[in-house]
């Protein structure tokens, strides 16, 4: 089975800042998509990026970045020029192409609480 | 538009009562899913519905009972909760559900209180 590790449960950034969240996963496919959600105080979890594996290039979304190494089973996301707003728990998921019903779940980790300080 | 709504916000309920959470979403989505989450813990899937038929059924207890009765409708159904059944309950959908690069899209949840 697929599992997601999120090995900081909190961290925090200065405003203005970089951050960099990290997330490994495990999984014998060769192909998947990851993601990183991010749910704020208010409750709406969010999507902020994907990623497919099979694709080199590593996604981007305006100050949102991910690291994905495909090999060390990676996938990390930086965050640029932090903002108040970025404030939030964000979660690392993984899904797959597995038959058997497995393809519509996500594997989320633990999740990552990030507190932005002004 | 990429909203899904869901009511109501907060429910407050006795393990007596009969309840009903709502979802909605009209992007043409035809996958919908309900995610029961903890406090500080990842989303939970519970059910997922593909063309308006259940296609998951994650051994949820029998007290919870989901519906689809359109494409852009999902409801979950409660009846003799227990206490532990106190969360968040979130409602997502996807375009076609078994595809993996499918984003799921999440509605805001609905606070659920059992007492």
């Known amino acids: 089975a697929q599992t997601v590790t999120q090995s900081q449960p909190e961290m925090s950034v200065q405003e203005a800042e970089t951050v960099t969240l990290s997330c490994t996963y495990d999984?014998?496919?060769?192909?998947?998509?990851l993601f990183w959600y991010k749910q704020p105080p208010s409750r709406q979890m969010i999507l902020v990026i994907r990623?497919?594996?099979?694709?080199?290039q590593n996604a981007t979304e305006n100050r949102f970045s991910v690291n994905f190494q495909k090999a060390a089973k990676s996938f990390s996301l930086k965050i640029s020029d932090s903002q108040l707003g970025d404030a939030a728990m964000y979660f690392c998921?993984?899904?797959?192409?597995?038959?058997?019903?497995?393809?519509?779940?996500?594997?989320f980790g633990k999740g990552t609480l990030l507190t932005v300080n002004p | 538009d990429t909203e899904v709504t869901q009511t109501p916000k907060h429910l407050v309920m006795g393990m007596t009562n009969k309840k009903s959470l709502k979802c909605e979403q009209h992007?043409?989505?035809?996958?919908m899913y309900w995610y029961k989450q903890k406090a500080k813990k990842p989303p939970e899937l519970m059910f997922v519905?593909?063309?308006?038929?259940?296609?998951i059924n994650e051994s949820v207890p029998s007290r919870f009972s989901p519906e689809c009765p359109n494409s852009s409708l999902l409801n979950l159904h409660l009846h003799a909760l227990q206490p532990e059944d106190s969360a968040l309950y979130l409602c997502?959908?996807?375009?076609?559900?078994?595809?993996?690069?499918?984003?799921?899209?999440f509605g805001p949840g609905t606070r659920l209180t059992v007492l």
């Open positions: 990623q497919e594996a099979y694709k080199q």
């Open positions: 999984t014998s496919e060769s192909d998947y998509y």
């Open positions: 997502a959908s996807s375009q076609r559900g078994g595809t993996p690069g499918d984003t799921q899209y």
């Open positions: 519905y593909s063309y308006e038929k259940l296609s």
């Open positions: 998921a993984y899904r797959g192409f597995n038959s058997g019903g497995s393809n519509y779940k996500l594997t």
């Open positions: 992007m043409g989505h035809r996958a």
